[in-house]
């Protein structure tokens, strides 16, 4: 089975593009990978956060992922700061990375233009991320479009390493998704749907309410002219309609555009089938928020799994650096 690792922030609001892009395709893969999944509370601190607020969204993402579908029986769930081996390993990441390759961090320059405060840990993210997927001998790392540099950059880590030191770490891949791996905001389709963005109307929760997905379908914004095809460049609110339409159901999104003349029953449809697809999630959800102490123990069980495997890497890492063993 391929090693496969995946990591999500604690932050914001998780949303149909979180779903669609990676959730749900975690969840598929969880049966035919070696699938470790991290919710990554450590890379959230690189910007202050409210310990309370992150404390919360930590347990209600993990609570999200296992009613989406990811099974703790089958997968490794935990949280990223309960295995302290993240944290040395960036370390010893941050001193393989040269200072250029850091600075050439597109994500880096688009956050730190957006805010007052810039941490040192916003810099060199990037190589706590390439931490993350190391520790485990990841083979495979499925992500969007937006992290291919940073999937890119612990390939050249690895490698570097690997060269100075002699073998110790498997080299990853990314996989992107084909496939509604971009959904984009509703009221704005030119950019992705984001938990950074504030846009309320534009961007669908996993858990909000039906009335509330359809009243958000019902106002996204579409493109003139009256015709319904799907033409991503020409036509970006339609075409995003169509997207999370063949997404939800298993279609087509150039087929599914030949079974409608106007806008209105495509954003009806679309609505009702993502209010559909979600049912199953927030009832899940609603059971795993009323028993706080079973997502306790998915995340010690998680943790300890990991460990194991960090832990091992760790030993290796340790004795090519020439560090003493602990």
């Keep these: 089975m391929t090693r496969v690792f995946s990591g999500i922030q604690p932050t914001g609001e998780l949303h149909l593009g979180n779903y669609l892009g990676a959730i749900r395709r975690w969840v598929d893969a969880q049966h035919t990978d070696d699938a470790i999944h991290c919710v ?134 990314h996989d992107i998704p084909p496939v509604a791996a971009r959904v984009m905001d509703l009221q704005a389709p030119e950019r992705k749907m984001s938990k950074s963005v504030d846009s309320p109307q534009g961007t669908v929760l996993v858990l909000d309410e039906p009335a509330v997905i359809e009243r958000k379908f019902k106002r996204a914004v579409t493109d003139s002219g009256g015709e319904v095809r799907y033409d991503p460049e020409a036509k970006p609110g339609v075409s995003n309609l169509l997207s999370i339409l063949a997404a939800a159901t298993g279609g087509d999104p150039e087929a599914l555009a030949g079974g409608y003349s106007r806008y209105g029953p495509l954003k009806a449809d679309t609505a009702e089938a993502v209010v559909e697809m979600l049912r199953p999630l927030q009832a899940r959800f609603a059971e795993l928020a009323a028993d706080p102490g079973e997502t306790d123990r998915i995340l010690r069980v998680g943790a300890d799994k990991a460990r194991k495997m960090a832990g091992a890497t760790m030993v290796r890492v340790r004795d090519r650096l020439g560090l003493p063993a602990i």
């Design 40 to 173: 990554v509370d450590l890379h959230a601190i690189t910007v202050p956060q409210d310990p309370a607020s992150l404390r919360a969204k930590t347990i209600e993402v993990t609570q999200v992922l296992v009613s989406a579908g990811l099974d703790p029986d089958v997968c490794t769930l935990f949280v990223q700061s309960q295995v302290a081996e993240h944290a040395e390993l960036s370390w010893i990441m941050e001193c393989t990375a040269a200072f250029g390759e850091l600075r050439r961090m597109t994500q880096f320059k688009d956050k730190s233009d957006r805010t007052d405060f810039v941490s040192a840990g916003l810099f060199t993210y990037p190589a706590l991320q390439a931490a993350d997927i190391l520790l485990y001998d990841t083979e495979k790392v499925p992500v969007g479009d937006d992290q291919r540099q940073h999937i890119e950059l612990a390939r050249d880590l690895a490698t570097r390493f690997n060269h100075r030191y002699g073998d110790t770490f498997v080299v990853p891949a």
